[in-house]
């Protein structure tokens, strides 16, 4: 019968080079995300800035104006819980008509039932708004805020990405558990303060939603976060390095 290593020191390297490896990808998965939302954020940005220029249709309608329509509710799924949401499936006279859906249970989404008439906003051949006599609610189709969720999680990745590769080339240059047991503190201080920042910028387009889309506001509260953080950063890391 083969026996395990004394002290299970070779299992824990192996153990500690395939964590860091892991996280690496990891890592490297964040940050080619975050990439991918932040070379998607001009388009983004244009697409709300040519609804919030949009007016309503008059004449011949064309595709960047703004029409209403009625349409007929087939069939509506609601789901409720860590991410509630749902669907409604209504039906028309125009190519908008077909399934839409929503992020959120509001009035409107938790009222309506099949069989009700409901009044669409169209916008370039989506249904963006929702609406009976007693309340309406925006559909996943609606610009307003995309931008911002697209800054807020591209950051948040990023940051994320940046702090699992640099944790993840630690641990391959100090591959032994004992040294995981006596990490610098100032890997724990960046770790805090990425996570902390990551989960604001997450937080932020969360907290603006409904209140205001437009981007500037969101860098606007996002900066100063960031500037603490990276403050609190180097002045800890100088009197860490002041001689004693």
């Known amino acids: 019968m083969t026996r395990a290593p004394r002290h299970g020191k070779p299992y824990d390297t192996r153990r500690l080079r395939i964590r860091a490896v892991l996280i690496g990808l990891a890592g490297v998965s964040a940050l080619v995300a975050g990439t991918v939302l932040f070379a998607w954020l ?3 940005v244009a697409e709300e800035r040519a609804f919030r220029a949009a007016t309503e249709c ?6 960047d104006c703004l029409r209403a329509g009625w349409y007929t509710v ?3 799924q609601v789901h409720r819980g860590k991410s509630p949401g749902g669907w409604v499936v209504v039906s ?5 008509a077909g399934e839409v859906e929503f992020s959120g249970v509001g009035d409107f989404l938790d009222q309506v039932r099949p069989g009700d ?3 669409g906003t169209i916008w370039r051949g989506r249904i963006i708004v929702l609406s009976n006599e007693r309340a309406a609610q925006r559909t996943n189709s609606h610009p307003a805020g995309d931008s911002q969720f697209a800054a807020g999680t591209g950051t948040a990745l990023l940051l994320a990405g940046g702090l699992g590769v640099h944790l993840s080339q630690w641990s391959l240059r100090h591959q032994e558990a004992a040294a995981w047991r006596r990490k610098p503190a100032a890997l724990g201080r960046s770790t805090w303060a ?6 604001w910028s ?3 387009p969360v907290l603006l939603h409904g209140r205001s889309t437009d981007l500037g506001v969101y860098f606007a509260l996002w900066t100063p976060a960031a500037l603490t953080a990276c403050a609190v950063l ?3 890391g100088r009197r860490g390095r002041a001689p004693r």
């Open 74 to 76: 087939e069939s509506v």
């Open 194 to 199: 990425v996570g902390l920042l990551s989960a």
């Open 42 to 44: 001009p388009h983004a």
């Open 117 to 119: 008439r409901v009044a």
């Open 58 to 63: 008059r004449g011949a309608a064309t595709t």
């Open 92 to 96: 028309g006279p125009d190519e908008a």
């Open 202 to 204: 997450f937080l932020l």
């Open 234 to 236: 180097i002045h800890v």
